[in-house]
């Protein structure tokens, strides 16, 4: 009976059918969202954030010749856009839409914590670089620029590669930080308020993330990246995510229960 139905009203058809229906016991786990969901929602999760990424970049090359303006309406747009898709798709997926975070939830598992299964992470890797890729052309048929052309920014220069190191580092601490404290509630807000402050922090404009970096180089526009600089940034990226799971593990330490604490 629900709230509205009155005192002594005979049961309805559609009642009773649920009535029929096996219900989740209070407090079970409730069942995954089936892996092909999971793989298009990343996809297009993905593709959006690159499209966002790259269409904001032309749009404010368009509008302005200020270097400084243009990467205001860059992370601006990505700031939102990134919030807004963390909020719609992380119930479905988990809103990774980058292979280092799905790679550090996958580490992270084997260790006993929760986290995607190696079958997992072969399905949401391929479905990020694919979304990348696509958002990418999509965002250049939208502003009238050629669907494919390899972008020649080069970001090879040592100090950049740094700045991915520390963007992605921090941003794998952040994730699992808010996992870890059981405020994973707030990582639509935090996760793209920290990629808004590190465009602007860090020396490479915080890419922090290989399908991104992947789907960029496919656009020679404000946002690209020359395909040569793709595998130091890639790699980078990667060791930032080390150093973020080894700050999670230092900083969000495990304190002990009191039957393993040692007798007075």
């Known amino acids: 009976m629900t709230a509205t139905e009155p005192v002594g009203a005979a049961p309805t058809a559609e009642s009773v059918i649920a009535a ?13 969202t089936p892996l092909i969901a999971r793989a298009a929602a990343e996809l297009v999760g993905t593709a959006a954030l690159v499209a966002i990424v ?3 970049g032309i749009q404010a ?24 898709l963390i909020a719609l798709l992380g119930p479905v997926s988990g809103a990774h839409f980058n292979p280092a ?28 670089i694919v979304g990348a890729v696509a958002g990418a052309i999509l965002a250049d048929a939208m502003f009238g620029e050629p669907l494919v052309k390899w ?5 090879s220069a040592g100090n950049l590669l740094l700045g991915e190191v520390v963007a992605t580092a921090g941003l794998i601490l952040l994730i699992f930080g808010l996992a870890r404290t059981d405020r994973l509630r707030f990582a639509p807000v935090a996760v ?16 922090a993330n290989p399908a991104v970096t992947i789907g960029r180089a496919f656009t020679d526009t404000f946002a ?17 995510a080390v150093v973020g799971l080894a700050l999670v593990a230092v900083i969000f330490m495990r304190g002990k229960t009191g039957q393993e604490q040692p007798a007075a």
């Not at 016991?25 to 995954?32: F, L, N």
């Not at 090359?61 to 807004?84: C, E, I, K």
């Not at 793209?192 to 890419?207: D, H, L, N, V």
């Open 61 to 84: 090359t368009d509008l302005t010749d200020d270097v400084a303006l243009r990467l205001l309406a860059n992370s601006t747009a990505t700031v939102f856009g990134l919030g807004v």
């Open 101 to 128: 975070v799905t790679l550090a939830e996958w580490w992270t598992a084997r260790r006993g914590g929760a986290g995607v299964t190696a079958r997992e992470v072969a399905v949401y890797v391929p479905s990020q």
């Open 192 to 207: 793209a308020s920290y990629i808004g402050a590190a465009y602007w922090f860090t020396s490479s404009t915080s890419f």
């Open 54 to 56: 790259v269409g904001s």
């Open 224 to 240: 690209g990246i020359a395909p040569a600089s793709v595998p130091g940034f890639i790699g980078m990226q990667l060791i930032g």
């Open 20 to 32: 029929d229906v096996p219900q989740p016991a209070p407090g079970a786990t409730p069942p995954r």
């Open 151 to 155: 972008a020649t920014h080069d970001r």
